[in-house]
């Protein structure tokens, strides 16, 4: 890709922490376009190791978060630091660190934190404009209480520009009367480049697996990788794999979390019959061994219930490796990602029984080798829209526009 044109503009951008999705594209932007830029970091989890209470290990992310582009950790004074309460991110510092650095915009990752409502009123008071981030939706839910609502008006009337990652996000900030000319689409997306079904050490890795888990070459593979929850319904999926009793499939979840025990105790009463259902366990994948996982499966199910999936960002990458999906129609991604019968297929997750329909219908499916070429061809054109140039674009359109220099972005036709 070739550098666009210069953007005379110096941007703040303020998040949680390092992660494994914003890190490469901090270190794309860098590489392919001239954008100055540097970003305050609000804690340092998943640099070091530390415990994730969901996943119920202790880990820190085996790729490059921090190389390729301009950071600084702003210290936080915490003493419970994280996003599950007001004060999990309290950087007293913040400010004058933006000061410091002098910005003349800033994109900022949420809002329900002290650190993020001291930044927006600090490049209020200096007239910086803001640029929003964020992925909530209100899918499946009725609109907040009414002092929400004004209090979320009241906030989003300072920001002059936000970046919505898909359809459903976008309703919502539509929902809180945020003006059409303030939305830039701006995909979420994540590292193709690591996620590419053609790479030998990816391929090696597959193989090892297939041949550890005894996989025979014509067994598809139902994938579930990530937290063992109740939101993302990992004990329903099982349920209603062991209700379909399919002949040469396999049930691989790739893990761990609180729900783990009922999953092994359910799966060994299951698998211990003559002739039942196969199910495998591997432990929790560190970003680098997820391709390989990936490249195991004919189906991957993201079944999460309830407002627990803002988006699904592991759907993202199952996509790039050309695996379809089956997801909940209340994830934030199924409407942008997600066609039922096109690039994979959605269930209702208040319909009790929707969810082994739907695994019945794309194992039925998937047994036929043309059927998955053709699913694989449909998944890869859909997910090329959501990669780190055209989330680049959005925001260099956005700071063009600014000052006047940029044609608004639209959205893929989905229909």
């Not at 300072?158 to 000319?181: M, T």
């Not at 366990?281 to 079944?303: C, G, I, K, T, Y």
């Not at 043309?370 to 989330?391: D, K, L, P």
Request: charged residues 20%.
């Amino acid at each position: 890709m070739t550098k666009p044109s210069h953007i005379d503009e110096r941007l703040a951008v303020v998040l949680s922490h390092p992660t494994q999705y914003y890190s490469p594209w901090f270190r794309w932007l860098r590489a392919h376009s001239d954008l100055e830029f540097r970003v305050f970091y609000l804690w340092d989890f998943g640099i070091k190791e530390q415990r994730d209470p969901n996943f119920g290990t202790s880990f820190k992310w085996d790729v490059d978060l921090l190389s390729g582009y301009d950071y600084e950790f702003v210290p936080n004074a915490s003493k419970r630091p994280g996003a599950e309460h007001f004060f999990g991110f309290n950087n007293p510092d913040l400010t004058s660190r933006l000061a410091a650095w002098r910005p003349t915009a800033m994109l900022l990752f949420g809002y329900k934190w002290a650190s993020h409502l001291r930044a927006i009123a600090w490049a209020r008071l200096h007239r910086i404009p803001i640029l929003f981030r964020g992925d909530s939706h209100l899918i499946g839910r009725a609109k907040p209480s009414l002092h929400v609502q004004l209090a979320l008006r009241a906030l989003y009337s300072q920001i002059a520009s936000f970046l919505y990652v898909g359809v459903a996000n976008r309703e919502y900030f539509k929902a809180f009367d945020v003006p059409d000319a303030k939305l830039t689409f701006a995909p979420h997306s994540v590292n193709a480049a690591l996620f590419d079904r053609n790479d030998a050490v990816h391929l090696e890795a597959a193989a090892k697996l297939r041949q550890q888990l005894r996989l025979g070459p014509s067994t598809r593979v139902v994938l579930f990788a990530g937290k063992f929850v109740a939101a993302k319904q990992p004990v329903e999926l099982l349920k209603a794999f062991v209700g379909l009793n399919s002949p040469d499939t396999f049930l691989l979840y790739v893990g761990d979390g609180e729900q783990r025990d009922e999953l092994l105790s359910l799966a060994s009463a299951a698998t211990g019959r003559e002739g039942g259902p196969k199910v495998g366990f591997l432990p929790f994948a560190n970003q680098s061994e997820m391709p390989s996982r990936l490249l195991l499966a004919d189906l991957f199910v993201l079944p999460s219930r309830g407002n627990y999936e803002t988006w699904g960002l592991a759907v993202n990458e199952a996509m790039h490796m050309g695996v379809p999906c089956l997801v909940s129609n209340r994830v934030g991604c199924q409407r942008d990602l997600v066609t039922d019968g096109e690039t994979g297929w959605v269930f209702d997750p208040d319909e009790p029984a929707a969810l082994g329909q739907k695994l019945s219908e794309a194992l039925e499916y998937l047994k036929s080798p043309a059927n998955r070429e053709s699913i694989r061809g449909r998944v890869e054109g859909r997910i090329a829209e959501y990669s780190y140039a055209r989330t680049t674009a959005a925001l260099l359109h956005v700071l063009g526009a600014l000052r006047g220099q940029s044609p608004k972005i639209q959205p893929p036709d989905l229909n």
